[in-house]
């Protein structure tokens, strides 16, 4: 996962996931870096991607475009009302180039960035600790953390 990235050091991860040094070493010989992108709609999660490798401005901005948009402006469409995007600081959120693809949309969304290091008021972290508590107690039946979340996504 993007945690891998971020937890460079074992017992991170262990502290982390709530799993065994077994594990982790299992995970870490099948694993290169696994993420998840998503919009949190209420409880759902739409247009999630799991994605290999390193996240890049490119990347993002593809999923943002293509995926994301898309099911934002459908849901405008029924709604009348266009959605709040909220984003972290992470450097792949390059703020002017998203707003160039909201402008390139019938319906103008509104970007809202979080202020540094405000993980409580991100809900997608929200949405993270829940997947991770549903990864800790089916741990056993996968052997890596990409087969677990392609499972608790339902693509497997």
């Given at each position: 996962?993007?945690?891998?990235?971020?937890?460079?050091?074992?017992?991170?991860?262990?502290?982390?996931?709530?799993?065994?040094?077994?594990?982790?070493?299992?995970?870490?010989?099948?694993?290169?870096?696994?993420?998840?992108?998503?919009?949190?709609?209420?409880?759902?999660?739409?247009?999630?991607?799991?994605?290999n490798?390193?996240?890049?401005?490119?990347l993002?901005?593809?999923?943002?475009?293509?995926?994301?948009?898309?099911?934002?402006?459908?849901?405008?469409?029924?709604?009348?009302?266009?959605?709040?995007?909220?984003?972290?600081?992470?450097?792949?959120?390059?703020?002017?180039?998203?707003?160039?693809?909201?402008?390139?949309?019938?319906?103008?969304?509104?970007?809202?960035?979080?202020?540094?290091?405000?993980?409580?008021?991100?809900?997608?972290?929200?949405?993270?600790?829940?997947?991770?508590?549903?990864l800790?107690?089916?741990?056993?039946?996968?052997?890596?953390?990409?087969?677990?979340l392609?499972?608790?996504?339902?693509?497997w």
């Open positions: 996962m993007a945690y891998y990235d971020r937890c460079k050091n074992i017992d991170l991860v262990i502290e982390a996931f709530g799993v065994s040094r077994h594990t982790v070493f299992r995970w870490r010989r099948q694993l290169k870096e696994t993420g998840n992108l998503s919009y949190k709609k209420t409880k759902n999660l739409i247009a999630p991607l799991i994605y490798n390193t996240m890049t401005s490119a993002f901005e593809t999923w943002f475009e293509q995926m994301l948009l898309p099911c934002l402006n459908n849901h405008t469409k029924q709604t009348g009302k266009p959605c709040i995007i909220i984003l972290d600081n992470a450097r792949f959120h390059r703020m002017k180039r998203l707003q160039e693809l909201i402008n390139n949309t019938t319906y103008k969304h509104i970007i809202l960035p979080l202020p540094p290091y405000s993980l409580k008021l991100n809900p997608i972290e929200q949405t993270w600790a829940t997947i991770k508590r549903w800790r107690s089916h741990l056993s039946e996968f052997d890596t953390i990409e087969e677990g392609k499972c608790y996504f339902g693509v």
